[in-house]
């Protein structure tokens, strides 16, 4: 019997070593600010249109890709750059907050400005960690006027709509877009997600067996979601190559364009 109890409690004295051990490799990173100088963008404002340089210089003072870009400019919105950039370089306090369960949440206390959203677009963030593990979140926008997108949030939710301002705390986000994909494709997978994927059960092992057909899954989670609106279009963002997909399996896919980043060490769509 005292052996028994003696080797009870070394099982579980090394379990929580171990556990101590995985909740301490959790990345230290929650949000980053460029470290080199703002430069004057009074010019590259001035344009009608921007080239490669100006695309180049722009991403590294603004966090904006191309389509954003490209966006403003097109709106007569070329003005708003400097805010933007202002925004990516200044000082940014941040909090941990409980989520569900032992999800633990990054989140600013100064909420930050997306660039125009167009209907498909996918966001992602690392914002989120369990113990030594950076799980992150994502979400697909479904309707960019109303500020809609939908996400599997976590276990005991269905998937579901929600705002685009729940996203607008996070410590660190990448909004990323299909390259080369018209906007009429892309808000068609939109309206595709919208009817077959709200409402499903949350599964932590979903993507076993759903392999892109034209309904639904059984259950879904965050990134598996995002996956399956554009694998029901022939897409395979997981970046990763592997099952689960995730997060940071999606940030590396080759088929997608980053439109914004903000609070992510600079040229990164995942922190490294």
């Not at 003005?79 to 990054?106: H, I, M, N, S």
Request: glycine share 10%; aromatic share 8%; charged share 20%.
């Amino acid at each position: 019997m005292k052996k028994r109890l003696a080797a009870g409690i070394l099982a579980l004295a090394a379990l929580a070593a171990a556990a101590a051990v995985w909740a301490g490799r959790a990345p230290r990173f929650a949000h980053a600010v460029p470290d080199y100088p703002m430069v004057d963008l009074t010019g590259v404002v001035a344009r009608a249109e921007a080239g490669e340089t100006d695309y180049r210089l722009l991403f590294a003072q603004t966090g904006l890709g191309a389509p954003a870009v490209d966006a403003l400019l097109e709106e007569g919105r070329g003005g708003e750059l400097e805010d933007f950039q202002a925004r990516y370089f200044a000082p940014c306090a941040w909090k941990t907050v409980k989520g569900a369960a032992v999800v633990r949440l990054e989140v600013t206390e100064k909420d930050f400005e997306f660039a125009p959203l167009e209907k498909g677009d996918i966001l992602l963030t690392p914002s989120s960690r369990c113990g030594g593990w950076r799980n992150g979140h994502a979400a697909l926008v479904v309707d960019a006027e109303e500020g809609l997108v939908l996400e599997a949030y976590s276990l005991g939710c269905p998937s579901q709509l929600s705002s685009l301002s729940t996203w607008q705390d996070k410590a660190a986000v990448a909004v990323l877009r299909l390259k080369g994909v018209s906007e009429e494709r892309r808000a068609e997978m939109a309206d595709w997600a919208r009817e077959n994927l709200v409402g499903l059960p949350y599964g932590l092992f979903s993507g076993l067996a759903w392999l892109g057909e034209s309904t639904g899954p059984p259950a879904t989670q965050c990134a598996h979601l995002v996956w399956c609106a554009c694998a029901a279009f022939g897409y395979d963002i997981d970046g990763g190559g592997g099952w689960p997909v995730t997060p940071r399996d999606i940030s590396l896919s080759p088929l997608l364009e980053t439109v914004q980043v903000w609070g992510l060490p600079q040229g990164q769509r995942w922190p490294s």
